[in-house]
C-alpha cells in the first residue's frame, strides 16, 4: 500500500491538471492529511454556500458524508447556475459511498410522512411548518420543501425556527431533537413545549394527544451518537479541577450539557471562538474528535482539552481517507467518474427550493 506522501502527490497532481474544473470540498471534521488537500473548508452552512456559488468547475470531490454531497449536487446544479455552464452539469463526488450519517438514518422519509399524517388526525398540519436540519437525505428536505417548510444548520437554527414561527404557531424539528431543544430553548420555548415523537411507537410517536394539542415544537427522536458521548459529569469534572476553564459545545449535544456550556455553536463558530480568544484561554471542546485536536495543533498559545475521557469521533467521516480520495480523483481524471451522487430531479427540485429558503433566512 502507498504512503500518505505518495497518496498525496497523485492526489495533487490530478489537482493541479484538473486546475479550476475541480473544486474539493472539505468539512471540519475531516482528518487533517484530508483537509489540508481541500480547496476550501467549512461547516455544514459554509459548504452548502460554497457549492451554491462553485463557479466554473465540473466535478466537486466531497469530503464530507453523504447528505452533504447530496446537498452539494442539489445547489451546484440550480437551473440558472446550469444554463451559466452552456448546459454542463457538476458531478459531486463521494470518495467513499459509506460515508453516511447515522443521524440522518434516524429519519426515513416513510417515517415523516406517518407522522404528519397521524398529527394531521389531530391537529392542522396547515400550521406546522417542518424543519429539516441539514444532516437529512433528500427526500426529507423536499418533503419540507413540499410541505411549506424549511432547511436549518446548527448555524442558523434560530434565525429558521424565528421564521418559522412567523408562517405557523408549530414546527415539526427533524431529525436532531438536541439542536430542534436547545434552539427552541433560547427562544423561550419549554420542555413541556416540546413532545419527542418516537417513529417506532405507533400511538401518536409515544405521546397523549394532550401533550400534541400543547406542542409548539413537535421534536423528532434521532441524535447525533457522537456528541450524545458528552454528559454534564463531564463539563463539572473540568470545571473542578481546571479554575476558569470556558467549555465550548456543539448545539447537537444534549440539554444538559449545553445549557451549563459557555459557547455553544456550529464547527465553524467553535474555530471562530478559539481562534478570537486571548493566549492563555483554558478551553474544554465537546465536538468531533479531529476538529478538536486540529485546534490544539492551531493554537499552542491556548490549553485545548477534549471534553470526553473517551474517544468520541465521527467513523463515517473518518472513512473518507486519501486512499479514497486519490482512487476518487483518479478515476475522475482517467475520464470514468466513480460514486457520483446524484438526487433525482423530482426530488431535487423540491429540496432546492426548502434549501434556498434557509439561504434568504438572515
Ligand atoms: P456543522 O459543521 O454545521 O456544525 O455540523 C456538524 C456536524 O455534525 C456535521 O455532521
Ligand atoms: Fe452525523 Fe454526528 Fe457524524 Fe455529524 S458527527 S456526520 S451528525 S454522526
Redesign the pocket.
Known sequence: SLSNEELTERINAVRSKQGSRLLILGHH?QQDEVIALADLRGDSYQLSKMAAESGDCRNIVFCG?HFMAETADILANRPEKVAERNGHRVDVILPDMAAG????DMAAIEQVENAWEDLGELIDTEDITPVTYI?SAASLKSFVGKHGGIVCTSSNAASVLKWAFERTSRVLFFPDQHLGRNTALTMGITNDQMPVWNPYDSELGGNTEEAIQNSKVILWKGH????QMFKKEHVAAFRRDYPGIQILVHP?CMQEVNEIADVSGSTGKIIETVKNAPAGTKWAIGT?LHLVNRLKQEHPEQEIHFLSPVVCM?A??YRIDLAHLCWSLENLDAGSPVNVVRVDDETAQWSRTALERMLSVK
Open positions: 471534521y458524508v450519517c447515522s443521524m440522518a444532516n447525533c451518537s457522537v456528541h447537537e468531533e465521527c463515517t467521516m
